[in-house]
């Protein structure tokens, strides 16, 4: 009987794990909405999760299993992933999105201020001074 409770607290386990599996795909998902990146950083971010994804896996299975690769360890991820997506994937990442987009757009509002000033009080006297200097080098 101890051998079945075991094998249903892995199983909990690895159902928690498919579950930090599905935030962490999350996480890249949430990350490729809001910033755009160059092909090469997605196949990057591609690698990394699956290293990451891959990292948690094994670790569950040394940890809680003692190594021992048996079904119920896949069954529990699947399970895990398949929670997680169906039940608060969309919310996370919908969410996530528009906070990001919003601080974004925060951040964006000074340094578009700090470029005016810039533009204003630097680049405009001297591109102004320049532009003199060459009308009367015409003369």
Same mark, same amino acid.
């Given at each position: 009987?101890?051998?079945?409770?075991?094998?249903?607290?892995?199983?909990? #386990?690895? !159902?928690?794990? %498919?579950?930090? @599996?599905?935030? &962490?795909?999350?996480?890249?998902? =949430?990350?490729?909405? /809001?910033?755009?990146?160059?092909?090469?950083?997605?196949?990057?971010?591609?690698?990394?999760?699956?290293?990451?994804?891959?990292?948690?896996?094994?670790?569950?299975?040394?940890?809680?299993?003692?190594?021992?690769?048996?079904?119920?360890?896949? #069954?529990? !991820?699947?399970? %895990?992933?398949? @929670?997680?997506? &169906?039940?608060?994937?969309?919310? =996370?990442?919908?969410? /996530?999105?528009?906070?990001?987009?919003?601080?974004?757009?925060?951040?964006?509002?000074?340094?578009?201020?700090?470029?005016?000033?810039?533009?204003?009080?630097?680049?405009?006297?001297?591109?102004?001074?320049?532009?003199?200097?060459?009308?009367?080098?015409?003369?």
């Amino acid at each position: 009987m101890q051998e079945v409770y075991s094998q249903l607290f892995c199983l909990g #386990i690895f !159902i928690t794990t %498919g579950i930090s @599996i599905g935030l &962490l795909f999350d996480i890249f998902r =949430i990350l490729r909405k /809001s910033f755009h990146t160059a092909d090469w950083i997605t196949y990057i971010q591609d690698v990394l999760f699956w290293m990451l994804a891959g990292s948690m896996m094994l670790f569950s299975i040394f940890t809680f299993n003692h190594g021992e690769i048996r079904s119920y360890v896949f #069954i529990g !991820i699947l399970i %895990g992933v398949v @929670i997680y997506m &169906l039940a608060i994937s969309k919310l =996370i990442v919908k969410s /996530s999105v528009i906070i990001i987009l919003f601080v974004k757009k925060i951040l964006s509002y000074p340094i578009h201020l700090i470029e005016k000033i810039v533009r204003i009080i630097i680049i405009n006297p001297i591109s102004l001074i320049t532009k003199k200097g060459k009308d009367k080098s015409h003369l």
